[in-house]
């Protein structure tokens, strides 16, 4: 929620600015702004709406800063009009602040600073920074912000710069992201590392606590009390193509299409740090998997692969319901946290209960270096690469790669298990190759509104997950059910205008299916299939039938995701919708 970026360097620092928000936009896009210094005044310009509103606004002006910040707003305090965007600033205009996260006792600094004289512009927390600063300004801005800082109680991250140190950015890390980027002459900070990837691989993940002091020519990195840090410098594995759409007319596109890649990846890294997992699923009583979102349902999918084959007990709990729950959680259990980003606050809040509760805990990310890789007991990566679509895609097939590798790890037969996940990229590569059969299927649905999806066990989180992808950037109202349920309830909902979208692989549970679609059928309900190839039943029962290769049923959940997330897309698409940042939503989800 809401990007940061800081460039102090010798080149122009406004097209560097604009360019890193654009790869940060998925973290929000509310508003857009950037302050700059520019002889020895701060400029700054600023628009509601996203990045391409204030380039709009800034085009002809031919700024020559050299140092500059600039913000890419997911809205909490305040609405998200020209005067709440990013930066703020001081009274005299001197001090220009951006900032992800929340000040929460902004209120009592607000009406102390009130009282003191200041006025106010905005609405948000986020200005109660800039004064601070401003006060405690006494010709050392790493002072001023130690002094500032001090004050502050919350989550955030902010980058501030001033007219009287025009080559220094300062940027501030304390449970929001932020790092550091290293370059010749010019030095960057970013809430991600897609932000600066044209640049430098040269990354520093700073943690809580700290500040980094840049100049073009220094990186400094101290603690709250202004004690310098030494810290590790990370090269990315990730490059710039992986951050650009390459020809696809979405990112969501292109991230769908590159999960053969993401699976085998994942496997492959999954394989060459096995032996350096310190622990046995066998070992504990019960593992309990904490994830929000479509790194849920993959948790949802784990579960039948633990009990499978590791023999151990599984409960999947959102993250959010677990912080405050009193579910007892000791040393006899281990808990896995999953997460994309990294930086789900709710998945990271859970995990540290988690662990004062006595858990040993593991994370699953796509992120090195983020927030939950470095709270966790030990860490296993996801190599899905940067996501930018905010549906997640490929990182979702790749934490179902991770989930599956540990739990065959723990079988008898684990050297067989293992060795399927190499046939999974070519499964999947034959299932996007139907992806225009789904592009036909999807132009018959644009008009509805509601859509129920059924699944039975180890693809009934897939219904949840294609329930989810279709909301989320197409806006249409859609349900996942376990496709037993249907009688306890949805079935009410079907009549001849209800798409019912089921999963129905030739699985253990493949007549059970057959009898739910024949009660959707009496019901004139339409059902949208998928199935294996060359399933004819299945086939004759459905207005519409979306195939797959034939596959064992433990590998299903890896190919029956792929039709309904480009069923998803091509809606959203053909609707004329921005299916990569859909309204209201935010890939990284910092707030509670
Ligand atoms: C859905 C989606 C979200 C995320 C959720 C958790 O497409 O992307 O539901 O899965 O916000 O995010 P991470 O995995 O980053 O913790």
Redesign the pocket.
Known sequence: MCGIVGYTGRDLALPILLGALERLEYRGYDSAGVALIENGKLIVEKKAGKIRELVRALWGKNYKAKTGIGHTRWATHGKPTDENAHPHTDEKGEFAVVHNGIIENYIELREELKKEGVKFKSDTDTEVIAHLIAKNYKGDLLQAVIEAVKKLKGAFAFAVITVHEPNRVIGVKNGSPLIVGLGQGENFLASDIPAILPYTKKVIVLDDGEIADLTPDSVNIYNFNGEPVTKDVMITPWDLVAAEKSGFKHFMLKEIYEQPKAVLDTYKGFISNEETIPFWLKDYRRILII???????AGLVGKYWIERFAGVPVEVIY?SEFRYSDTPVSDKDLVIG???????I??KFALQSAKERGAFTVGI???VGSA?DREVDFSIHTHAGP?I?????K??TA?LTSLYCLAARESNEREELLKKVEKIPALIEKTLAKAEDVEKVSEKYLKKKDFLYLGRYINFPIAL?GA??LK??SYIHAEGYPAGEMKHGPIALIDENMPVTVIAPKDRVYEKMLSNIEEVLARKGIVISVGFEGDKVLKEKSADFMEIPETEEVLTPFLTVVPLQLLAYFIASKLGLDVDQPRN?????TVE
């Open positions: 994830a929000c979102g479509t790194s849920y349902h993250a999953i997460s994309q980003s990294g930086e789900t709710d998945t990310v796509n992120v939950i996501e679509g905010v549906a997640a895609t990182t979702f934490q997950e989810l992808k989320e950037i939503l935010a890939k990284t989800v």
